[in-house]
């Protein structure tokens, strides 16, 4: 069974970090690409960032660039998500995707920022 199970949201202050991980079983992690996508509350998904099947290539939304860190351990099956100085307007629940056709899908993981 495949499956992309992501950990590591809660509720933080602004200003603070996270650190949200992913980890995928049931398919050949390694091959794939992985990206994360977030949904703020009553809003559309949004692509904030992606890492090829090998780590050393990736990519951010402006909106992200500069506060979040993508990263990949294969030996791990997981892809990890750093974010720094967290903004309310980053609340929203955060998932992984992956495979082929990027049919692969975690839960989610919630994510408030808050005071």
């Known amino acids: 069974e495949v499956q992309l199970v992501e950990s590591g949201g809660g509720l933080v202050q602004p200003g603070g970090s996270l650190r949200l991980s992913c980890v995928a079983s049931?398919?050949?992690?390694?091959?794939?690409?992985v990206s994360w996508v977030r949904q703020a509350p009553g809003e559309g998904l949004e692509w904030i960032s992606y890492?090829?099947?090998?780590?050393?290539?990736?990519y951010y939304a402006d909106s992200v660039k500069g506060r979040f860190t993508i990263s990949r351990d294969n030996a791990k099956a997981t892809v990890y998500l750093q974010i720094y100085r967290l903004k309310p307007d980053d609340t929203a629940v955060y998932y992984c995707?992956?495979?082929?056709?990027?049919?692969?899908w975690g839960q989610g993981t919630q994510v408030i920022v808050s005071s």
């Open positions: 995707m992956s495979g082929a056709t990027w049919h692969y």
């Open positions: 049931g398919f050949t992690f390694s091959k794939y690409a």
């Open positions: 890492v090829n099947s090998a780590g050393g290539e990736t």
